[in-house]
Nanobody, 122 residues
Framework: QVQLVESGGGLVQAGGSLRLTCTASGLSFSRYGMAWFRQAPGKEREFVARITRFSMTTYYAESVKGRFTISRDNAKNTVYLEMNSLKPEDTAVYYC???????????????WGQGTQVTVSS
């Protein structure tokens, strides 16, 4: 069974930090590009960060560049999102996703986690 499980969300004050973790099972993790997306109430799902399969090149949305860091550990089938200097506008459900392409577009990802809530208070 292919599965992605996120953890690490929670409530944090503005300026604080959180580390999200996404652990994969049932797939050849190292062969997949991994990404984080987020969705706030009433808004569309938006790209946050992604990391490629082999070169582990990283890409970020402009809104999080310099504050968030995506990384992966292929030995542990895990991708991380380190979030610093959090802002209230970062409040959303955060999803990790796996895809054969490295893309900023949600439809290019075929495997999704259930999401983890991040709430940043002002």
């Amino acid at each position: 069974q292919v599965q992605l499980v996120e953890s690490g969300g929670g409530l944090v004050q503005a300026g604080g930090s959180l580390r999200l973790t996404c652990t994969a099972s049932g797939l050849s993790f190292s062969r997949y590009g991994m990404a984080w997306f987020r969705q706030a109430p009433g808004k569309e799902r938006e790209f946050v960060a992604r990391i490629t399969r082999f070169s582990m090149t990283t890409y970020y949305a402009e809104s999080v560049k310099g504050r968030f860091t995506i990384s992966r550990d292929n030995a542990k089938n895990t991708v991380y999102l380190e979030m610093n200097s959090l802002k209230p506008e970062d409040t959303a459900v955060y999803y990790c996703a796996a895809g054969s392409l490295s893309s900023d577009i949600p439809r290019d990802y075929g495997v999704w986690g259930q999401g983890t809530q991040v709430t940043v208070s002002s």
